[in-house]
C-alpha cells in the first residue's frame, strides 16, 4: 500500500473532485489516529507533489496564489517520527529543549518567506489606519461635536464607545473567521465595512438632513466601520504569524498593530485642523471616506491569498487547534488569564485617556489644538517605543521583560500626568508626560500579542491574540462608563478659565478625580503584572526543538538554517 499511495493520492483527487492537498492533510497531518500510511510515504508525497518550486515562488512574490484557507496550509510539512528524535531530550548536547504539545515538522521540509509579504503587511496597515481614524474622529473635536448634533457630552463619548461596545462580541466571531476561513475575507469584509460606514456618517452632516436625524445617522456610520474593528486589530499577529521568519515576527506584527495609532494620531490632527465651526463638518467627514474607498480598493484587488505557498517556520507550518479545542485549553493556562487581565487593563486605559482627554484638559484653559497636541506626541513616542521594543524583542526574545518594563513606565507617566493635568499653564509638562506614557505604554500591545501566542501554543493567533482585544475593549467600556460617573462640577474659578466649545452651550466637568482612579488601576495592575507574570515560550521550544531534530538528522548548524526569502 505504501508504494501505492502516490497513485492513490492521484485517483481520489481526480475521482472525488477535492484538493489533493486537503487529502495529502487529512491522511498525513494526523499520523497513528486511523492511517496505515507511514511518515517515509508522506515524505515521498510531499516531495514529489508539494515541494515548494522557484516557480511556485516567484508566482508568490509578484502574483496571486490562492490559498484562502487560514489554517488549512499548516501541515505541509512531515511530523516527526521516533526515528528522528532518537536522542534528542533535555540533556542533548546540541539541544537542551525540552519538547512541547502541538505538531512538529521534520528536518526535511524548506522554509521560505515571499516578498509579497509586504505588500500585504501595507495593506492591513493602511486598513487599520483608515479604520483608527474613523474611531477617533470626534473625541479631539468633542465640544464641536457635541454642538454639531444637539447633544450632551457623554453622548459624544458613545462615538467611541460604540467601537468597544461592538468589538465584545464580533470580537469572538472575527477570532473564528479569521482562523477558520483566513487572512483574505476577513480583510475584504473589514474594508467594505469601514468604507460603508464612513459614507453613512457623511450622509449625517448634509445640511438637508433634519437636526433631529443627524445624531441616529452617525453613530449608525460609526456602528458599521466599528464592525469592521476586530477583523483588523486581531489580523497582525496571524499575519506575522503566517508570513514572516521568527527573527521578524515582533517587528511585523509592531509595523501592524502601530498603523492604529497613526491613524488616531492623524484624526487628533486632521479633525481639529479642519473644524473651527458647525459648517466644516461635511468636509471633515468627506476627508476621511478617500482613505476608506483606497482600502477597499487594496484589500479586494491587492490580497490574492492568506498564506503562502510554502510556510516561513515550524510553528507556521505545524496544524492548530480548531476554535473550540483552543478556547478549552486557553480556559486552563493560568498565565494567559494574567496577561488577558493586564493587557486589558492597558488597553481600556489608553481608550479612556484617548476619548477624554480633551474633556480632562479644556475646562483648565487647555484649547483643541494643545490637546490634538498632546495626542499626537503620544502617539509619535509610542511608535518609536513599539519599534524599539519589537526589534528587541526580536533580537533577545525577551518578551516578559519588556512588558513588564512598559507597563510600569507608563503607570509612573499616567500618575504625573493625573497630577498635572489639575494645574493650568503646565504645557511642557504636561506634554511630556503624555509622550512618555505613549512611548511605554505602545510597547505592550505588539508585544503582548506575540506572547499570548507564545503562551498558548499551538492554540490558533487570532484566538489568542483576538481574545486580548475583546479584554481591551470590555476595560475601555468600564473605565469610560466610571470617569463619566465621578465627573464633578467644575468650580467657579476653573470655570472662567474653560475653553470648552464656542457658544456656551455645553458645560464642562472637573476629571481630576477620574483621572486618580486611572492612574490607581495603572499601578496596581502593573504590580499584579511583576509579581505574577511568569510564561512560558511554548512556540519558541517547538521551532527550538525542530530545529533540534535538523542538527541531530544532518549537523546542520542552528545559525545557518534560516527562511530562503525569495
Known sequence: ?????????IVLFLVKDISLRQIYRSVCSLP???????????????????????????????????????????MDGVTSN???????????????????????????????????????????CFLNLSNAMMWLTFAPISDHTAEFYKVTFDQVNWLSLVF??????????????????????????????????????????????????RFPVVITGQTLTALAQPFILEAPAKLAQLWFAENQRATANMIGS???????????????????????????????????????LLATFGICSSVPPSPPTASAAATSETFWQGIKKIVRNLQYWILFLIFGIGLGLFNTLATILEQVLCPRGYDNTYVGLCAALMIICGVVGAAVAGILV??????????????????VALL?????????????????????????????????????????????????SGLLIVSGQVWGIVLILITQAIAQPLSAEDNQHASCGTTGAITPQDMSIAMWVLAGVACLAAII???????????????????AVKVKKSGVKLTSMKPIAV
Open 164 to 213: 468597544m461596545i461592538v468589538s465584545i462580541p464580533l470580537g469572538v466571531a472575527a477570532t473564528w473567521l479569521l482562523d477558520t476561513l483566513g487572512l483574505r475575507p476577513g480583510v475584504i469584509l473589514a474594508a467594505w465595512l469601514n468604507l460603508v460606514g464612513a459614507i453613512v456618517r457623511l450622509i449625517s452632516a448634509i445640511p438637508s438632513i433634519p437636526e433631529p436625524a
Open 416 to 464: 504625573g500626568l493625573s497630577f498635572l493635568s489639575r494645574q493650568r499653564s503646565q504645557q511642557p509638562g504636561i506634554a511630556t508626560l503624555c509622550g512618555i506614557f505613549g512611548f511605554f505604554g505602545f510597547a505592550l500591545y505588539p508585544i503582548s500579542t506575540e506572547l499570548a501566542i507564545e503562551v498558548t501554543y499551538p492554540v490558533a493567533e487570532a484566538t489568542s
Open 258 to 296: 502601530m498603523s492604529n495609532p497613526i491613524g488616531l494620531l492623524l484624526a487628533n490632527v486632521i479633525s481639529p485642523a479642519i473644524v473651527k465651526s458647525k459648517a466644516d463638518f461635511l468636509n471633515v467627514l468627506g476627508v476621511y471616506c478617500a482613505p476608506a474607498g483606497v482600502g477597499v
Open 82 to 124: 521516533a526515528e528522528e528524535t532518537k536522542g534528542i531530550d533535555n540533556h542533548d548536547a546540541v539541544a537542551k529543549i525540552q519538547k512541547v504539545e502541538g505538531q512538529v515538522l521534520a528536518g526535511d521540509v524548506e522554509y521560505r518567506v515571499y516578498s509579497s509579504r509586504w505588500f500585504i503587511l501595507f495593506v492591513f
Open 394 to 411: 526580536d533580537k533577545t526574545k525577551r518578551f516578559q521583560e519588556v512588558v513588564k518594563v512598559g507597563f510600569a513606565g507608563a503607570a
Open 529 to 547: 503584572q511583576i509579581i505574577f507574570f511568569r510564561p512560558t515560550y511554548k512556540r519558541l521550544k517547538a521551532e527550538n526543538w525542530e530545529k
Open 1 to 9: 500500500m505504501d508504494q501505492a499511495s502516490p497513485f492513490l493520492f
Open 32 to 74: 497513528g489516529k486511523g492511517t496505515n500510511i507511514r511518515p517515509s510515504t508522506c515524505s515521498q508525497i510531499y516531495h514529489q507533489y508539494f515541494a515548494p518550486t522557484k516557480k511556485i515562488a516567484a508566482a508568490a512574490s509578484t502574483g496571486c496564489t490562492h490559498t484562502s484557507k487560514g489554517t488549512g496550509h499548516r
